[in-house]
């Protein structure tokens, strides 16, 4: 079992950039596709990023060309950077783990971390 702990959140302004992590305990994150989620207030949770264990990524279409994801593996973490940062990204910020190779179960996740972004 793997355990996740996001931290890196807070208040921003709009504009500013962020940069959230995503750390491992309990297993190497290299065997685990790794996704960012978020879920803001009285919304569905939405898929933001994923990277593979094999290295590749994925970024939401409303979310691509200002956030990345990428992994430190000596310190078996996840990062996701998020730049130009809007107040339509305030939302809580969980990343999940799953081992299936279609990233339709994720069966590990994190607590969250707040990002609230003001005008």
């Known amino acids: 079992q793997v355990y996740l702990t996001e931290s890196g959140g807070g208040l921003v302004q709009a504009g500013d950039s962020l940069r959230l992590s995503c750390a491992a305990s309990?297993?190497?994150?290299?065997?685990?596709?790794i996704g960012w989620f978020r879920q803001a207030p009285g919304k569905e949770r939405e898929f933001v990023a994923v990277?593979?264990?094999?290295?590749?990524?994925y970024i939401e279409d409303s979310v691509k060309g200002r956030f990345s994801i990428y992994r430190d593996n000596v310190k078996n973490t996840i990062f996701l950077q998020m730049n130009r940062l809007k107040p339509a990204d305030t939302a809580v910020y969980y990343c999940?783990?799953?081992?299936?190779?279609?990233?339709?179960?994720?069966?590990?996740w994190g607590q969250g971390t707040q990002v609230t972004v003001s005008t």
């Open positions: 309990g297993r190497d994150l290299t065997v685990y596709n």
């Open positions: 999940a783990a799953t081992s299936d190779a279609d990233l339709g179960d994720y069966a590990y």
């Open positions: 990277i593979r264990w094999g290295g590749n990524t």
